[in-house]
């Protein structure tokens, strides 16, 4: 009965990285690579948000966007997409995902990956308090990040949900913050937009399949 009872109790690990992947590119897939590693999770989810609540709008469409996340989640057997936030006709936020992700994995430890310039605004997003009640956020950063540069609500976030150790905080359902040094490549969404539009070289910041799945529909141009 014991044996049983510690099977059941163990956390499945899974990782979710969300954007408008507006195109995904190289940046997005290595970060997602080496943040997975580090985290030792079993999967992670690419999240494309449909409409998201701090921007106005997108280039491609959301069914462009899908089929490009798609086709590097092909080429990847630790990667997954999740188009949930695609399917909806309103603002994507977060906590409704993360609420859904839940239900549908109660036994699983969520991490969710975001960079430092969203990280920032964490307190402004909707309803931050039950996204970490669902989930830990791991906040990738340059090396030599300096924290001293954050405001004064985030550094009242960390204060009360930082948590320094990595097996230190999976001991934890959810609830952590945890920073990651992340190596990866410094590459822009909006700059492979701007050379596609200019018919510059993208410097190798896409995957041939991405690439190709641009040129054939004709996307990102006048």
């Given at each position: 009965m014991n044996s049983a009872k510690r099977v059941s109790e163990i956390k499945k690990n899974i990782a979710i990285m969300g954007g408008t992947f507006d195109p995904i590119h190289n940046g997005h897939i290595e970060t997602a690579k080496e943040t997975a590693a580090w985290l030792n999770v079993e999967q992670l989810f690419f999240l494309p948000a449909h409409l998201p609540p701090h921007k106005n709008t997108t280039t491609a469409s959301a069914k462009h966007r899908t089929a490009m996340v798609n086709l590097v989640c092909q080429q990847q057997p630790l990667f997954q997409l999740d188009n949930r936030e695609l399917k909806r006709h309103s603002a994507s936020y977060t906590v409704t995902s993360l609420r859904e992700i839940k239900q549908e994995q109660p036994n699983s430890r969520i991490f969710f990956i975001i960079g430092m310039d969203s990280f920032l605004n964490f307190t402004l997003w909707h309803q931050w308090q039950t996204i970490l009640s669902l989930c830990h956020i791991v906040?990738?950063?340059?090396?030599?990040?300096?924290?001293?540069?954050?405001?004064?609500?985030?550094?009242?976030?960390?204060?009360?949900?930082?948590?320094?150790?990595?097996?230190?905080?999976?001991?934890?359902?959810?609830?952590?913050?945890?920073?990651?040094?992340?190596?990866?490549?410094?590459?822009?969404?909006?700059?492979?937009?701007?050379?596609?539009?200019?018919?510059?070289?993208?410097?190798?910041?896409?995957?041939?399949?991405?690439?190709?799945?641009?040129?054939?529909?004709?996307?990102?141009?006048?």
């Open positions: 906040v990738n950063i340059r090396p030599g990040y300096q924290l001293n540069q954050i405001n004064t609500a985030t550094q009242e976030l960390l204060k009360n949900h930082q948590i320094d150790d990595l097996a230190e905080i999976k001991q934890q359902d959810a609830g952590g913050i945890i920073f990651h040094q992340n190596q990866s490549l410094n590459i822009s969404s909006s700059e492979i937009r701007q050379q596609l539009l200019s018919n510059k070289k993208h410097n190798n910041h896409l995957t041939e399949c991405v690439h190709h799945y641009i040129i054939e529909k004709k996307l990102y141009q006048k």
